[in-house]
């Protein structure tokens, strides 16, 4: 089968189906149990960075590792009481193999002292 120089030439060169890496949220807990004021709580966190439960992929674990999240090819991450073995600093915004990762505490353990360290954190990973 030969290909005609006109038909190559008209044919897209951009990479038109990629889909832009998806920011992770980790949670201890299956979405089924996570109480309503707790996806409330969510919700209003991710909108503060111009984002919403749409576009985020939220994924269940007692604990984890950078490793077995490269599958998922997130470039940020977000821990809500889920920890990384090896262990990463609290509120932080920490980078490893080019993943941008925040471990904070369970949603429903997020006092206004946590949410305010949370919210430092973001404003760092996100650039706002």
């Not at 909108?47 to 940020?76: C, H, W, Y």
């Not at 949603?107 to 404003?123: F, I, P, T, V």
């Amino acid at each position: 089968m030969s290909t005609e120089p006109s038909i190559v030439e008209s044919l897209y060169q951009e990479d038109l189906y990629r889909i832009p890496p998806r920011l992770l949220i980790l949670m201890p807990k299956s979405w089924a149990d996570v109480a309503e004021n707790e996806i409330t709580q969510l919700s209003k966190i991710l909108a503060a960075v111009k984002t919403n439960l749409a576009s985020v992929q939220i994924l269940t674990r007692e604990t984890t590792t950078l490793e077995s999240l490269q599958t998922f090819t997130p470039d940020r991450i977000i821990s809500f009481g889920v920890p990384f073995e090896p262990a990463i600093k609290s509120y932080e915004n920490t980078e490893a193999n080019g993943v941008k990762i925040i471990y904070a505490d369970a949603l429903d353990s997020l006092d206004d002292a946590r949410k305010k360290n949370l919210w430092l954190a973001m404003r760092s990973m996100f650039g706002v």
